[in-house]
């Protein structure tokens, strides 16, 4: 069986939990808290901007955004790692997503993934 821990705080998870543990959980649900009440005042921030202003680390106001939890709400700043185009949730735009995953199934051909700035780890498989 495989040991988990949470990505947050490396507390060891029971089975059928997902990434966080659940005071991790409770932690980043005031964290989207806060950040949708700020964001209805101060619409169209970026990331960055949001996590300096209200003392959030960029990783986690990435990981709401990522999941999905921010989507309709006016943040800019994201854009897609490949191609630049600007993308409301997530790493990459759908097309390059398709690319990506065409790439990676070929197992013919060598990764050819490229490596831009703010590709950070833990992009993949969340
Ligand atoms: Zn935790
Ligand atoms: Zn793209």
Redesign the pocket.
């Known amino acids: 069986m495989k040991v988990r821990t949470?990505e947050?705080?490396g507390?060891l998870l029971g089975e059928g939990v997902s990434e966080?543990?659940p005071?991790?959980y409770d932690s980043l649900d005031a964290d989207f808290d806060r950040i949708r009440s700020f964001l209805d005042q101060n619409p169209g921030l970026s990331c960055n901007e949001i996590a300096e202003a209200l003392d959030i680390k960029v990783r986690r106001v990435l990981r709401l955004l990522r999941s999905g939890r921010l989507e309709g709400l006016k943040v800019t700043g994201l854009s897609c790692a490949r191609c630049q185009q600007p993308i409301a949730a997530g790493v990459l735009c759908p097309a390059c997503a398709d690319t990506v995953r065409r790439e990676l199934s070929s197992l013919d051909s060598p990764l050819r993934i490229h490596h831009t700035p703010g590709w950070g780890a833990g992009a993949w498989g969340r």
Request: charged share 25%.
């Open positions: 949470c947050e705080c507390r966080l543990c005071q991790c």
